[in-house]
C-alpha cells in the first residue's frame, strides 16, 4: 500500500481497502510524521490548561469580594480600638449635654452611660419596660438599635427577628428622656416575611432588621434597613417618623447588595429561613455626613458566635465598609468608583493584632471629629457573641474619604 493511499489527506477509507491496509496506513502515520503528532499533543495539552484556566477564573471571579477584601485587609495596617472595657453589640451611641448614651443588644435594650466615650459605662436601665409589642421574633432582647432626637424627643429603632430568618420587623419607641422608664413601643415600621405591607417590594425579598434614619434640615426622614438576602434598603419616613410615607408604594431604594454568596447555597434553606441563593453577607448599615457628602457605612462578612477551630477564611469575617453619595438616596459609590449594590465598598476598618472581626458600626460627631464606633471580638479574651466589647477611632478625611485614626 502506497502512502498517497488517502489515509493521510483526511479522506474516507475507499471501499476497496482492507482492514489490515487501514491499520498500516495509521502505523505509517505515526511513523513518519512524528513532528505534527508533537504539535497535535502540544494544542490539545494547550487546550485543557486554557479549560482550567477558565474554571479557575469563574471561580475566582464568583468570589472577587472575598479575594478583594483579603487583600485590602493585608496591605493596610489598621490602628487598634481605643478601648472601653465595655461589652456591648450592635451599639449606637449619641450625646446629651455632658452626658454619652450607649443603646446595644440587651433585655428590652441596654442603656449605658458615661461621661466620655472610653466610659467608664454605667447600666442605667433599658428603653422598653416589657417585651417588645410586636408578635413575632425574639422580643424580649430586641436588635440592633439606633436612636435619634428630633424636636425634644428621642425615637429608638429597634429589630425583632430570629436569627437566620427573615421574618421580622423594624420596631419604634419614644420617649421625651434618652434615659430608662419613659418609653412607648408603638411596634411596626416596616416588616418584612409576614404580616401588614410585608407582600409589596421591596419587603418581598429583603429583612427588616439593622435599622438606621437619616434627618435631613427640610424635615424629610429616612430610614435604611437590610441584612442578608438582598441587602440595604432605604425608604422615606413620614413626618411623625414612625411609620413609612406610603405601605404600598415605599418609593424604596437599593443601596448595597452583595452579589455572589459568601458560600455555597445551603440546599434545606427557605426563603425565609436562610437564603437558598447563599448568603449574602452585608448588614448594618448607617449614614452620616461629612463636608457635602453622605456616607454609607455597612458592616460585610461572618459575624458573631465564632469557633475559634472553625474560622472564615482570612478577610471574611465582619470588616466596616463605607461608600459616599452627595445625594442621601444614593446611589452610593466606593472609592475605586464602584457601586456599592454592585458589591462595592471600601474597607475602612478591618481586623488587626487582637482585634478581630468589627463591625456594627456607627458615627458620631464630637467638636469637630467624626468618631468611628463599633463592637468588635478581642482574640485572647474569646470570640463568643458575649465578648464582644465596644471600641472607637477617630477619623480624619483624606480627598475626602474617611481614615481610622489611631
Known amino acids: 500500500m502506497s502512502v498517497r493511499s488517502g489515509r493521510l489527506s483526511g479522506a474516507a477509507m475507499p471501499p476497496s481497502t482492507?482492514?489490515?491496509?487501514?491499520?498500516?496506513?495509521?502505523?505509517?502515520?505515526?511513523?513518519?510524521?512524528?513532528?505534527?503528532?508533537?504539535?497535535?499533543?502540544?494544542?490539545?495539552?494547550?487546550?485543557?490548561?486554557?479549560?482550567?484556566?477558565?474554571?479557575g477564573l469563574s471561580r475566582s471571579l464568583n468570589w472577587q469580594d472575598e479575594a478583594r477584601l483579603q487583600s485590602d485587609n493585608a496591605v493596610v495596617h489598621f490602628p487598634p480600638p481605643r478601648q472601653t472595657g465595655q461589652h456591648t453589640h450592635d451599639p449606637n451611641i449619641i450625646r446629651v449635654g455632658d452626658t454619652y448614651y450607649l443603646y446595644?443588644?440587651?433585655?428590652?435594650?441596654?442603656?449605658?452611660?458615661?461621661?466620655?466615650?472610653?466610659?467608664?459605662?454605667?447600666?442605667?436601665?433599658?428603653?422598653?419596660d416589657a417585651n417588645s409589642i410586636i408578635p413575632k421574633g425574639d422580643r424580649a432582647v430586641p436588635w440592633a438599635p439606633t436612636v435619634i432626637a428630633v424636636?425634644?424627643?428621642?425615637?429608638?429603632?429597634?429589630?425583632?427577628?430570629?436569627?437566620?430568618?427573615?421574618?421580622?420587623?423594624?420596631?419604634?419607641?419614644?420617649?421625651?428622656?434618652?434615659?430608662p422608664g419613659k418609653w412607648h413601643d408603638h411596634g411596626v415600621v416596616v416588616q418584612t416575611g409576614s404580616g401588614n405591607g410585608s407582600d409589596v417590594s421591596p419587603y418581598t425579598m429583603s429583612n427588616a432588621i439593622d435599622p438606621a434614619a437619616l434627618v435631613l434640615p427640610d424635615g424629610s426622614a429616612y430610614l435604611t434597613f437590610g441584612s442578608y438576602w438582598t441587602g440595604i434598603y432605604q425608604v422615606p419616613l413620614g413626618k411623625d417618623l414612625i411609620s413609612p410615607?406610603?405601605?404600598?408604594?415605599?418609593?424604596?431604594?437599593?443601596?448595597?447588595?452583595?452579589?455572589?454568596?459568601?458560600?455555597?447555597?445551603?440546599?434545606?434553606?427557605?426563603?425565609?429561613?436562610?437564603?437558598?441563593?447563599?448568603?449574602?453577607?452585608?448588614?448594618?448599615?448607617?449614614?452620616s455626613y461629612h463636608n457635602g457628602y453622605y456616607y454609607l457605612w455597612f458592616s460585610h462578612g461572618r459575624c458573631c458566635d465564632l469557633d475559634r477551630g472553625t474560622l472564615p477564611a482570612a478577610g471574611s469575617e465582619y470588616s466596616i465598609r463605607v461608600g459616599r453619595s452627595k445625594d442621601p438616596r444614593g446611589p452610593y459609590i466606593d472609592q475605586s468608583g464602584k457601586n456599592l449594590v454592585d458589591g462595592g465598598g471600601?474597607?475602612?476598618?478591618?481586623?488587626?493584632?487582637?482585634?478581630y472581626a468589627p463591625g456594627g458600626q456607627g458615627v458620631i460627631r464630637v467638636g469637630d471629629t467624626d468618631i468611628l464606633y463599633y463592637h468588635y471580638q478581642n482574640k485572647t479574651v474569646g470570640l463568643a457573641f458575649s465578648d464582644a466589647v465596644l471600641g472607637f477611632n477617630p477619623l480624619k478625611y483624606v480627598n475626602g474619604w474617611p481614615v481610622v485614626q489611631a
Open 18 to 55: 482492507t482492514t489490515d491496509d487501514f491499520r498500516q496506513g495509521w502505523i505509517l502515520r505515526f511513523l513518519v510524521y512524528p513532528s505534527k503528532l508533537r504539535r497535535w499533543a502540544k494544542m490539545f495539552i494547550l487546550l485543557g490548561l486554557v479549560c482550567l484556566f477558565t474554571v
Open 104 to 128: 446595644h443588644v440587651g433585655e428590652h435594650i441596654f442603656i449605658h452611660t458615661a461621661p466620655s466615650m472610653a466610659g467608664p459605662w454605667r447600666h442605667v436601665g433599658s428603653v422598653l
Open 151 to 179: 424636636d425634644g424627643t428621642y425615637y429608638c429603632y429597634y429589630s425583632v427577628s430570629k436569627a437566620g430568618c427573615r421574618d421580622s420587623a423594624v420596631g419604634v419607641a419614644t420617649s421625651k428622656s434618652p434615659g
Open 245 to 287: 410615607v406610603s405601605t404600598t408604594k415605599p418609593d424604596a431604594r437599593h443601596l448595597a447588595y452583595k452579589p455572589n454568596g459568601a458560600s455555597d447555597p445551603n440546599r434545606i434553606a427557605k426563603s425565609l429561613c436562610g437564603d437558598p441563593t447563599g448568603p449574602h453577607a452585608i448588614e448594618g448599615a448607617f449614614t
Open 346 to 355: 471600601t474597607v475602612i476598618y478591618g481586623s488587626n493584632a487582637e482585634t
